[in-house]
């Protein structure tokens, strides 16, 4: 009797332990968002690549209110960039992505919509996060590589979705706090050159969509300097495509243009 007691006792407490199991592998994985431990532990996540390299990238778009400023100004400063954007953005503005393709940029997956993983959820996470890279392989004739979560979280649903996706997480190494209401081309400069130097993958917003109204005017302005900063001192920006974090080579989508 006291033996089948055992039995019961120990099954009530593996059952009771589930729930918390599973929020744990849904939260652990999210620490990766400090950037301390990430870079130190985790370079390839937080993007570090080539030291005569800077990766430039750009989060929450694409937005037909300031990209195109942004895909004016990339052009006058012959740099080359990695768009990580939004699926229902892509569907809601198609000539607007495209055109971030046409002009020699990369079109790369933050998500289907901004949202935060608060709870648990698998087979939701997967099933966005596919329709997401499906709507830009659409756009941009070839399957997408590398994905962003929003906010940068990277929690244990996100994480598997990407796996099953076929994608690739990458965070940053360096950002320019852009998204804040005091944000201006001085702040977001000086944050950014504080962690500046070869190897580096930057975030930058090329839309206020999530963010405070207007905050993308700061990054715009700021580009040039961040551009001439690192040209000054003998190192290339351009897109993760270029910057030799490592990963496998596109594939053209069968039937795009």
Known sequence: MRGGAERD???????????????????????????????AWLPALAGVGRTDHVALTFDDGPDP????????????????????VLGEQVLAHRRLSHEIVRRGHELEVHGW?????????????????????????????????WYRPPYGVLTGDRLLAARRTGLRP??????????????????VTATVLAD??????VLLHDTDRHAAPDCWRAALAALPRLVGACRETGLTVGPLGEHGVGHPARTARAGAG
């Open 113 to 145: 919509t901004h949202d935060r993983p608060w709870r648990p959820a698998p087979v939701r996470e997967t099933r966005r996060l596919a329709r997401a890279a499906h709507a830009v392989a659409e756009v941009s004739g070839a399957n997408p590589v």
């Open 9 to 39: 006792r120990l099954l009530t407490a593996a059952i009771a332990a589930v729930p918390v199991l599973a929020a744990a592998a849904h939260i652990v994985p999210a620490a990766t968002w400090l950037p301390g431990p990430r870079r």
């Open 65 to 84: 209110r300031s990209t195109p400023a942004f895909l004016a100004a990339l052009d006058e400063l012959a740099v080359r960039a990695t768009f990580f």
């Open 170 to 187: 990458v965070l940053w190494t360096a950002w320019g706090r852009d998204w804040a209401a005091d944000a201006t081309a001085g702040s």
């Open 196 to 201: 500046l130097r070869g190897g580096v993958t």
